[in-house]
């Protein structure tokens, strides 16, 4: 099955320091969301985008859809030692099915 | 967050075994989804359900069958569980297509 090409696949980061990350295709798609998934939990929503070029932040998160409609960003701002974990991305367009990301695993150093 | 329930949250189970794995949403969304969670492959859709009795399969569907009897409930059988089921299974809710709700997860082992 399709899958979305997420990088980098891992990041260790200063606490306080910024972080991106990116996620593409080479499909058109409708939505982008972004997930953090802690150890032994869930993949948890973070932010969900819906049109073209959108940037939406969520306290020190911002996701934008790319204009291309084939990516996506992440950005996480000074990040904090609980911002550790994996973000997915995933991708809909159309019926019923999501596409999803291998994720980026993220370490902040204190 | 959505209010998904998984059980149980961890088996151990033997090659050849049935086994069923429920999902239990208190949102009533009209979507449900079964995907499981290995190293290097991400999420894969195994199964999905968009209303009661209405189900279909997702890419990795061979090995399993599921059913929604209630709005409510999604289950996933293992007919015959195989080792190379083992992974951990994720239940997921939609009331629209454009966003999913996870729940927490069922670690399963075959031995």
């Known amino acids: 099955g399709q899958q979305l090409n997420q990088s980098p696949q891992s990041m260790f980061i200063q606490e306080g320091e910024d972080v991106s990350m990116n996620c593409t295709s080479s499909s058109i798609f409708n939505t982008w969301l972004w997930y953090k998934q802690d150890p032994g939990e869930g993949p948890v929503l973070l932010i969900a985008?819906?049109?073209?070029?959108e940037l939406t932040s969520n306290g020190r998160l911002t996701a934008q859809f790319g204009i291309t409609r084939k990516d996506s960003f992440l950005n996480i701002s000074a990040s904090i030692p609980s911002d550790v974990g994996i973000y997915f991305c995933?991708?809909?367009?159309?019926?019923?099915?999501?596409?999803f990301g291998t994720g980026t695993s993220l370490t902040v150093i204190p | 967050d959505a209010g998904i329930t998984q059980s149980p949250r961890h088996k151990v189970t033997e090659t050849g075994t049935p086994v069923t794995l429920r999902c239990h949403q208190t949102?009533?969304?009209?979507?449900m989804y079964w995907y499981r969670q290995d190293p290097g492959h991400g999420l894969r859709l195994i199964h999905y359900s968009y209303g009661v009795k209405d189900t279909d399969k997702g890419e990795v569907s061979d090995g399993y069958s599921v059913s929604r009897s209630k709005t409510e409930d999604f289950l996933l059988t293992l007919e015959s569980a195989t080792s190379s089921q083992t992974s951990v299974y994720f239940c997921?809710?939609?009331?629209?297509?454009?966003?999913?709700?996870f729940g927490p997860g069922t670690r399963l082992t075959v031995l």
């Open positions: 997921a809710i939609s009331e629209s297509v454009e966003e999913q709700f």
């Open positions: 985008l819906y049109k073209a070029g």
């Open positions: 949102e009533n969304h009209r979507y």
């Open positions: 995933a991708g809909h367009k159309g019926g019923n099915q999501f596409y």
